[in-house]
């Protein structure tokens, strides 16, 4: 009796070490399908200047990969060859129901509007951009990423304008791409800051019509330095590295825009570095962490280190460089209030 009572309780036994390892299994299957369910994927839409640029474009790309590898999102970049690819490029993301697709830069406004609407239930973000501004009307799944680029740009100014006067000229010079507001606040940041620090400083001002074609750029700058240029501040993306060729061509310096600059050779006195790599980081982030806000924008300022200054070359006085930096607390408190607008 004792033996055949032995019996069942072994297959009790072992049913119930089965069932836990089931029950462990199920679990770890839980686990995973969670942890599928939490990698988060984001799509990067580039301008025609495409990821390459060594500008604007490029330094989107950067932000992605950060998130990439430290936030664990998974990116994809996409690479647009033509106007006409922005749609299409969108509405792919969208389509693959990625959880953000970010458009790099206000080339890409009508088409990330269009698209916004045709898949309100998927997120975008575009670069450098108001939701306020046509043709969104406050779309509740759009954020814009807009940058303060008139508080570097003005430190940016000081800076050349005392260089210029130090070469026995009160003459610097800007070169655009197309006349638009996010390419004018860095001129108007700009032409102020060197009128503050130097007064009476000529600011020459052309635009290429153009974000690519560096001839186009190259020919403007060697001209504004015939007309006694000693600064030559690029703002035209891919375009502007034209201008700051001429620089190097004419032996005067080149200001940078967007990244860093500074590899591209000695002639680069600094840069007015546009945080897009943070901006595209932290709105990653906020995709990961539930605390994106469409309908809105997300302003990167002096203050919370969305621009910023470049390497500054080892050339130019430290006294210069103290002058500069002197600006910066009086436009973090509104003491300076730096122009938007020409």
């Not at 019996?7 to 969670?34: E, R, T």
């Not at 006409?84 to 970010?102: E, F, H």
């Not at 997120?123 to 814009?144: R, W």
């Amino acid at each position: 009796m004792k033996a055949r009572s032995l019996i069942p309780l072994g297959i009790v036994a072992v049913a119930a070490v089965v069932a836990a390892a089931i029950a462990a299994l199920a679990a770890s299957g839980s686990s995973d399908a969670a942890s599928v369910q939490k990698t988060y994927r984001i799509g990067l839409v580039s301008d025609v200047g495409r990821f390459n640029d060594r500008s604007f474009n490029q330094s989107a790309l950067e932000g992605l990969q950060r998130a990439q590898r430290t936030l664990k999102v998974r990116g994809r970049p996409v690479e647009s060859r033509q106007t006409s690819d922005y749609v299409p490029n969108l509405a792919s993301l969208a389509r693959q129901r990625y959880d953000l697709g970010i458009s790099v830069g206000f080339l890409l406004a009508e088409a990330t509007n269009t698209v916004a609407k045709r898949f309100p239930q998927s997120k975008f973000a575009i670069i450098d951009y108001s939701v306020n501004a046509p043709p969104f009307k406050k779309n509740k799944n759009v954020q814009g990423l807009t940058f303060a680029t008139n508080e570097n740009s003005y430190m940016i100014g000081c800076l050349a304008a005392l260089m210029a006067n130090q070469a026995g000229t009160k003459n610097i010079s800007a070169v655009g791409g197309i006349k638009l507001p996010t390419v004018d606040i860095f001129i108007a940041g700009y032409r102020a800051g060197a009128r503050r620090c130097v007064p009476g400083t000529t600011v020459q001002i052309g635009y290429s019509q153009d974000f690519v074609a560096q001839d186009k750029c190259k020919e403007i700058a060697l001209n504004q330095i015939d007309q006694g240029s000693q600064v030559v501040f690029q703002v035209a993306g891919g375009c502007g590295l034209g201008a700051l060729d001429a620089a190097k061509q004419r032996q005067v310096w080149g200001i940078g825009v967007d990244r860093d600059q500074k590899s591209l050779g000695r002639h680069i006195m600094t840069s007015a570095v546009k945080r897009v790599d943070q901006a595209v980081y932290l709105t990653a982030q906020a995709i990961k962490n539930g605390t994106f806000k469409g309908g809105t924008d997300a302003t990167f300022n002096l203050k919370n280190k969305g621009v910023g200054i470049g390497r500054i070359d080892a050339r130019v006085p430290k006294r210069f460089i103290t002058r500069m930096n002197a600006l910066r607390p009086l436009l973090v408190s509104g003491k300076i209030k730096a122009p938007s607008k020409l």
